[in-house]
């Protein structure tokens, strides 16, 4: 079997109920509760991983049914591990809590949740400090996603897309009636009903046709769970990979340009494409752009990808303008340089890998592999810290 363009990334399903009936019928949220358990099952099996909330479970008042998803969410996910493939890279999921959240589980679920916790190979619990703050939890949420999958909701799911879209991820709402039309993931989805506003929801890769698959998942009442979920999954495959920005040489006439340009064809490319999932993107004045200049053009890429790849051979200042964007953004950053080269005491501080330009590609591949996990999650040159926790 191929293997899926979700194998290994974070999806992040979120959203809420209103509790209002003439809203959300308890038929429509049934239904809503039986998609996002079928979707978490196939998701579960296509080798994605996922980010939960840990927190109280709300219910109706109108008729005592949860208002969110989460524990469901954590009870498919126990329930279909023996779907998981093999190799799955990081936990199953990125559990998200703050400091009263142990106290606040459901009694039905403390079983549950203590088989999953005592197992890293499936979870890892990220705490948001003692915030116990919506915001604060969502900003913890956004970070480790790759997706957001919205439904329902108010005012945080809101919030949480905008955090989604600033960080280049895409947000794909539903179109169910769990909430009124003028807010929520109802709101997200009409937003991109208007054409020219679906890609800022989500890109499909290839320069497919975003809007065309948004009209896929508009969900008539007619169509049966098994349909939706495939819909979904299918656009969920079709969207663009997170991006891998490059910040490096590109003058052609420069002595280093064809060291570069190899060391970027043999070894960079396979490995960030081939392997991990990324796609790789360089502006050099050869694409079709999204924006009027070509330093917007740049900049807004560079503000909006997953992982910075910084080759400072040649010493350009652009590069090193571009570095420090991606340091101060506190965007994932790998910084690169071929061997032998001098660089300023700002920059040989910052671990770097020192590229061969001889040697086998496979060699050279892993010397890239190795230095990518060594410093995939190395912490921000400044941490955010509160001045009250």
């Not at 740049?298 to 997953?306: E, N, P, Q």
């Not at 690169?336 to 671990?351: E, M, N, R, W």
Request: overall charge negative; some cysteine; charged content about 25%.
């Amino acid at each position: 079997m191929v293997r899926s363009p979700l194998f290994g990334r974070r999806i992040h399903i979120a959203g809420s109920v209103v509790d209002d009936v003439a809203v959300a019928n308890s038929e429509s949220v049934e239904q809503a509760r039986a998609l996002v358990a079928e979707l978490v099952r196939v998701l579960v099996r296509r080798g994605a991983n996922f980010v939960v909330p840990v927190d109280a479970e709300p219910s109706r008042k109108v008729d005592g049914l949860p208002i969110c998803f989460d524990w469901l969410i954590w009870r498919t996910l126990k329930d279909s591990l023996a779907l998981r493939p093999a190799n799955v890279p990081g936990p199953l999921a990125v559990a998200v809590q703050h400091h009263k959240s142990e106290d606040q589980i459901p009694a039905d679920y403390v079983d549950l949740w203590d088989e999953l916790r005592g197992n890293p190979d499936l979870v890892k619990i990220e705490n948001a400090a003692h915030w116990n703050m919506a915001s604060k939890r969502m900003e913890a949420q956004a970070r480790f996603g790759d997706i957001l999958v919205a439904l329902g909701g108010t005012e945080g799911v809101l919030f949480l897309a905008n955090l989604y879209h600033d960080a280049g991820k895409p947000v794909v709402p539903l179109n169910l009636a769990l909430c009124p039309e003028t807010t929520g993931a109802r709101r997200l989805y009409n937003f991109g009903l208007t054409s020219h506003q679906t890609r800022r929801l989500f890109h499909i890769a290839d320069d497919g046709d975003a809007h065309s698959w948004l009209n896929r998942i508009r969900f008539p009442v007619r169509q049966s769970t098994a349909d939706r979920v495939t819909d979904l999954v299918d656009l969920l495959e079709a969207l663009e990979p997170p991006r891998a920005f490059a910040v490096r040489l590109l003058n052609p006439d420069h002595e280093d340009y064809a060291a570069v340009q190899d060391f970027f064809d043999v070894v960079v490319l396979p490995v960030i494409e081939g392997e991990l999932g990324y796609r790789l993107v360089v502006v050099d004045g050869r694409q079709a752009y999204e924006r009027a200049r070509i330093d917007d053009e740049i900049f807004t890429k560079l503000h909006r990808s997953s992982v910075v790849l910084a080759d400072i051979t040649g010493a350009r200042p652009n590069c090193f303008l571009e570095l420090g964007y991606a340091l101060g953004r506190a965007l994932p950053t790998m910084v690169s340089v071929k061997q032998g080269a001098s660089l300023p005491f700002d920059i040989t501080t910052l671990s770097g890998l020192h590229w061969a330009t001889e040697g086998k590609a496979e060699e050279r591949r892993q010397a890239f592999r190795e230095h990518w996990k060594a410093i995939r999650n190395r912490p921000p040159l400044v941490p955010t810290e509160p001045l009250i926790a």
